[in-house]
């Protein structure tokens, strides 16, 4: 139903002494009118004009609904939610990007995406849903069964290393620790597994409540909400256990990068760049070492000197193993 305005009627003139029912019920069902505004227009009591459309069977609104609303048009398609979907999660577009695609308000589409229980993408640069994926079966051949190096799997694939291994790690596959030149230790790991089986990275999971979780996907299928970093938290892995950004990573879900934003922000100093994290040099010993001296250890002090603050900034490589 169309509402016309209310100064539509403007000219009409109440017949009699302005209380006709059928004058009464066109004003208020017509045109949308208020008894308020009714009365105003018959010159009487408004509780007059109320009962007077009562008495004619007119169905009153209740009070504080207001007044009459235009109908909308019909804006519900069944196929919404496929839709919504598909174009958030697929075509990677944003809330403004859909709205300006569907004509609704950027408000409308984040509730839809809510309502239609579509997980939201995380904030930041270094989105993890965004990460340069490898199926298993691919990797395994290229890796695994055919041997080659992390480096020569990416070029192969047209990603780095790096990117190599993380899928190595996130699918649980076994990834070599060594060179060419075999070194002393175990020649193959489970990095996540090894992980969770150092005694000093159990103790500060189970003191912080970080759950465990398994390998055996990508790190958004492994930790769909990641675990919140805490500065206890985060210094208790990378100094008292002697843990890499990586490793952080793939023990809370959060992405290296953040990791490392996160240790600026907070003032936790990072360790010279280069060689091998003190969990690696442990794990390849075959031992646990002294618990209590790893675990007493405290980050160095905060550096002043600008020469030396220049060489203790981190060269953007990170252990990966």
């Known amino acids: 139903m169309t509402v016309p305005s209310a100064d539509a009627c403007s000219s009409c003139v109440p017949p009699g002494d302005g209380l006709d029912p059928g004058w009464l019920a066109h004003l208020y069902l017509r045109h949308g009118l208020s008894t308020y505004q009714i009365a105003a227009r018959a010159g009487a009591d408004r509780q007059r004009v109320t009962r007077a459309l009562r008495k004619a069977g007119v169905p009153l609104r209740p009070r504080g609904a207001g007044r009459l609303r235009p109908e909308r048009r019909s804006?519900?398609?069944?196929?919404l939610p496929w839709l919504m979907r598909e174009l958030y999660q697929e075509a990677r577009l944003s809330s403004r990007e859909i709205a300006a695609v569907l004509g609704m308000p950027e408000r409308t589409v984040r509730d839809r995406l809510r309502r239609y229980d579509i997980r939201a993408r995380s904030?930041?640069?270094?989105?993890?849903?965004?990460?340069?994926?490898?199926?298993?079966?691919?990797?395994?051949?290229l890796y695994v069964e055919l041997g080659m190096t992390a480096a020569e799997a990416g070029q192969r694939l047209g990603m780095s290393g790096n990117t190599v291994l993380r899928n190595a790690h996130a699918l649980g596959l076994p990834v070599r620790?060594?060179?060419?030149?075999?070194?002393?230790g175990p020649s193959e790991i489970e990095l996540v597994s090894a992980l969770y089986a150092d005694p000093l990275i159990a103790v500060a999971l189970a003191a912080h409540d970080v759950p465990r979780v398994l390998p055996g996907g990508s790190l958004t299928e492994r930790f769909p909400e990641p675990v919140p970093l805490t500065t206890p938290l985060v210094k208790d892995l990378y100094w008292g256990c002697g843990v890499s950004l990586s490793h952080i990573e793939l023990l809370t879900g959060q992405?290296?990068?953040?990791?490392?934003?996160?240790l600026r922000r907070s003032g936790i100093p990072l360790r010279p760049p280069g060689g091998r994290t003190p969990f690696m040099r442990r794990w390849r010993s075959g031992g646990n070492g002294d618990a209590a001296r790893l675990s007493a250890r405290r980050p160095p002090r905060p550096v002043h000197d600008a020469r030396r603050a220049k060489r203790a900034e981190p060269s953007g490589k990170e252990d990966a193993q």
């Open 255 to 262: 992405p290296a990068e953040s990791i490392r934003g996160f």
């Open 123 to 141: 904030r930041g640069r270094w989105n993890r849903e965004d990460r340069a994926k490898v199926p298993a079966s691919v990797l395994r051949l």
């Open 75 to 79: 804006g519900y398609q069944p196929d």
């Open 177 to 184: 620790s060594g060179g060419a030149v075999p070194l002393p």
